[in-house]
């Protein structure tokens, strides 16, 4: 695989592919934070159109995994990033979880140069084979991170905390926060189901499964 972007800012790129642990002050953890919103909403779009007999939780469940740290590292992989990667001490389950940062680092580059509809073009090309592989929707986020803290918490389950919804009335912002296994992630959306989704996603990055 081959990523079909040649970027005109070559210290951006570098940026995107520099890893906190060696650089604290100019890496890839902004960029990773435009990527994360960037390569949801594209995904999210190819789904809506893709499947068009899914109901809202069906096409959460695929969007959960198309956009996990799993699928984003084997993208990674495909693509040889780790060949130009400035990262630290990459072992164990950490591998995986450095790797999907900078795949979605790359993608926010690649919207900060190019905008919009160039990143999202170069997403599709990545992912609608993907997502057509996809032919039962899988676990959502929630229910993977669920899964996962019971099997190896001694059968404990994650802790979920609301908070007041922030933004306009008819347009709120909803946030949560998750804990489970001494590590705590917060995430947003447009209703509380997704904000914990979002929350139990980032921790699952996090846990690095």
């Known amino acids: ?40 909403l594209s995904v999210a779009e190819l ?22 740290t799993e699928t984003l590292a084997m993208v990674a992989k495909q693509l040889e990033i780790e060949k130009h990667l ?23 580059a690649i919207f900060l ?4 509809d160039v990143a999202k073009q170069v997403i599709c090309e990545i992912w609608t084979d993907l997502a057509r592989a996809e032919i039962v929707a899988p676990k959502d986020a929630k229910t ?6 019971q099997k190896n918490d001694k059968g404990t389950l994650p802790e979920y905390i609301y908070h007041e919804p922030t933004g306009f ?22 209703s509380k189901k997704e904000a914990s989704i979002d929350a139990a996603d980032k921790l699952l990055k996090i846990l690095a499964i």
């Not at 789904?47 to 996990?68: C, F, I, Q, W």
């Not at 001490?89 to 926010?108: C, Q, S, V």
């Open 144 to 149: 993977a991170l669920q899964e996962y803290v």
């Open 113 to 116: 140069e190019s905008g919009f």
């Open 47 to 68: 789904l809506y159109k893709m499947y068009p007999n899914d109901a809202e939780g069906g096409l959460a469940r695929r969007h959960a995994t198309l956009v996990s």
């Open 1 to 40: 695989m081959k990523l079909n972007y040649e970027f005109r800012d070559k210290k951006l790129l570098e940026l995107a592919l520099t890893q906190s642990g060696v650089n604290s002050a100019k890496n890839n953890e902004r960029l990773e934070f435009i990527g994360d919103r960037v390569l949801g």
């Open 86 to 108: 400035h990262h630290g001490h990459m072992t164990g389950g950490k591998i995986n979880h450095i790797l999907a940062n900078a795949m979605e680092a790359i993608l926010g």
């Open 169 to 190: 009335s008819h347009n709120p912002v909803f946030t949560a926060t998750v804990k489970a296994m001494g590590q705590t992630a917060t995430g947003t959306g447009s």
